[in-house]
Structures are given as structure tokens and as C-alpha cells.
């Protein structure tokens, strides 16, 4: 009888055991970047770009899910930057600047609360098909790959083709490191309700062979926050549309994001408009590129960027890529084409990059 009761216990610790998961992962990519006109001077400059390799940032995360019966689950996800030049954390020096979240999903979707990804943001897969690169979209508008909200709640479910979310924070970028990852606007004050609140809604319909998505993301200032948003009455909003397509070999997509800033008093209207395509060659050989165009009304200050890129794969882990690029600014631009990198203003700039790829 106690032999049974023994073998009943390991029985149920163990099926309590496979009711949780755990998962550790990461990728890293580090490249070398080669940029002409890197000052007003017109010097080139070789370099590791810290925020960014060629194909993805660098990070390593923590996720897992507790089975909790009648089809919920609790979830998490805990995702650290890390600048591989160097070794320290990104995302305005946090812990785990990327993702860190808890909540809970069933059939219905799931809500998470904590630091989350923005709906600008995940609406961006399929369609931003070279990924969140250097020489990418991010280059263009740095908002894009940094979509991400402190002090938030966020919802997501799917339905069939249809996919919904929305995200809403009480204070949206706690960090004041500076750059797009820490504009200190971390609200939550009871003097001023709306001081650095920030609300995202999406709206995709995808297929196996093509889909279109929708976004929109309204962030309020506050007090000392950066990019001129300095008081809670300014907004800097952003309407993404976007349509993708898949066949044969092919994968095409193209989209627009409408911006209305008021945190610039000179140029508050912008639009960025974009198209992207991927042709495998091969099943190990990729090439990929990018055209965008960032247009602000009643201005010259314009910026193109161009990108093509070729990818190697050694295995579904790792790969090495080599990329072009070019970006002309016209009037005070001064876009560059890598994140973190520099250009005179009102040049243009050529570059190529390298690296390698790994996940785990």
C-alpha cells in the first residue's frame, strides 16, 4: 500500500511539473558597418553598431506558461537587450528592457500587464519583411522597432484570419537614458492624469498567401519628456496601413504610416512610405531588399533610403549576411542608415555591413 501511495505521489508531481513550462532563449548578431559621409566633414567611419546587427538586435529572454485547467494558462516573458559590442543592456539601460510581462491566455487571447510591445509594432510582421535591421525602416522612423510601453495592459487575440489588440499605459517610458528607448515620460501622476499616457489599437487579417494590417498609436507628453513633448496636452500619433503578399519564391509587401507630431512645431506631418520584397534563391540563399521614402509636409527636409541584402544560411540557427545601402537627405536631413550612426546634414550616405547571426 505504501509502495502504491509512493508511486501515486512521483505520478502527480510529475504530471504537476508538465503543467509548467520554461523556456530560455536568445539571439545574438554583431556585424561590422562601413558608412561614408559619418560627419559633416564628410569622413567615413568603420564600425560595431551597438543597436543592432544586420538581420536582428541581440537579446536573451525567459518565457513560460502554467496549464491553470478549463483551457486558461497563466504566461510570462522576461526579454533583456544586449549590445554585443560592448555586453551592456539596451532599451534606456533596463533589466529586461525588450518584454517584461505576466498575464493570462485562453481561446479568447490573452492580456498581459507590465512593459509590452505597442500594437505599431506587431502590426509590423509580414510586412516589414527585412526585420527590424540596420538600413531598415527603423533608420527611417526609430518609433518603429521601439514600439514598446512601460506601465501597460495589453490585449491580443486571433480569430480565424482576423487578429485584434490594443494596449493602453498609464506611463508609457519610465527611463530618462535618452534616445528612442528613454524619453523620460514615465506619468503616472496624480496632479495630471494624462501626463505620458500612450493607447495602441491593430487590426490584421492574414492568409497563407497574403494579408493586409492596420495600427494606430497615440503617445501624450509630459513634464521633461523628450522629443518635444514636454506637456501632456502635445500628442505624437502614428496610422500604419500595410499589405503583403506570398508566391513561389516571393514574398512582396508595401505600406505607409501617417504621423502627426506635436512635439515639432517645424515639421509635425510626416509621411513614410515603404516597400520591401524577399526572393529565396536557393534553400540556404536568401536576397532581400528595401526602398523608403520619409516625406514631411511643407518641407524639403526629405529622406530615401535603399537597401539590398543577401543572406547565407548554415543552418535554421545560424546565418551571415552582407548588406548595401543607400539614403539621400535633402535640405537638414540627416538620416543616417544605421541606428546609433551619424550623418552631415543634408548628405547622403553609402554603406555595406556584415555579420553573423545565431539563435539558440
Not at 525588450?98 to 498575464?103: K, S
Request: aromatic fraction near 8%.
Amino acid at each position: 500500500m505504501k509502495k502504491m501511495i509512493a508511486i501515486a505521489a512521483i505520478a502527480a508531481c510529475g504530471a504537476a511539473h508538465a503543467q509548467t513550462n520554461v523556456t530560455m532563449y536568445g539571439l545574438l548578431d554583431t556585424a561590422i558597418d562601413y558608412n561614408t559621409n559619418a560627419d559633416a566633414a564628410g569622413h567615413s567611419r568603420t564600425w560595431i553598431p551597438s543597436l543592432g546587427g544586420g538581420m536582428f538586435p541581440s537579446r536573451i529572454g525567459f518565457r513560460g506558461t502554467e496549464d491553470l485547467g478549463n483551457g486558461l494558462k497563466a504566461i510570462f516573458t522576461l526579454e533583456t537587450g544586449i549590445y554585443t559590442d560592448s555586453g551592456t543592456t539596451g532599451q534606456g539601460n533596463r533589466l529586461f528592457g525588450r518584454q517584461a510581462w505576466v498575464g493570462v491566455a485562453g481561446s479568447w487571447g490573452q492580456v498581459t500587464l507590465g512593459r509590452n510591445y505597442n500594437m505599431l509594432y506587431n502590426s509590423m510582421p509580414e510586412v516589414e519583411i527585412i526585420g527590424p535591421a540596420q538600413y531598415g525602416l527603423g533608420s527611417l522612423d526609430a518609433g518603429i522597432p521601439n514600439g514598446r510601453a512601460d506601465n501597460s495592459v495589453a490585449y491580443k487575440g486571433t480569430f480565424g484570419a482576423v487578429t485584434v489588440g490594443a494596449t493602453y499605459s498609464l506611463g508609457r517610458d519610465v527611463s530618462n537614458a535618452g534616445g528612442p528607448g528613454g524619453t523620460n515620460c514615465p506619468g503616472e501622476a496624480a496632479a495630471d492624469a494624462q501626463a505620458c499616457r500612450e493607447w495602441s489599437a491593430m487590426l490584421r487579417y492574414d492568409t497563407p498567401t497574403w494579408g493586409i494590417t492596420s495600427a494606430y498609436d497615440r503617445k501624450n507628453g509630459g513634464t521633461g519628456a523628450a522629443a518635444g513633448l514636454t506637456t501632456s496636452n502635445l500628442t505624437d500619433s502614428r496610422l500604419h496601413l500595410a499589405g503583403y503578399t506570398k508566391f513561389d519564391a516571393w514574398r512582396l509587401a508595401a505600406g505607409a504610416v501617417v504621423r502627426d507630431n506635436e512635439g515639432s512645431s517645424a515639421t509635425p506631418r510626416s509621411n513614410l512610405y515603404y516597400f520591401d520584397g524577399a526572393y529565396k534563391l536557393s534553400p540556404a540563399v536568401t536576397i532581400d531588399g528595401l526602398a523608403g521614402r520619409l516625406d514631411y509636409k511643407n518641407s524639403g527636409n526629405d529622406s530615401t533610403l535603399t537597401m539590398l541584402r543577401a543572406i547565407y544560411d548554415f543552418s535554421k540557427r545560424t546565418s551571415t549576411y552582407v548588406a548595401i545601402g543607400h539614403v539621400s537627405n535633402s535640405g537638414t536631413a540627416a538620416v543616417a542608415l544605421s541606428a546609433g550612426g551619424a550623418v552631415g546634414a543634408g548628405m547622403a550616405q553609402n554603406g555595406i555591413i556584415t555579420g553573423i547571426k545565431h539563435s539558440f
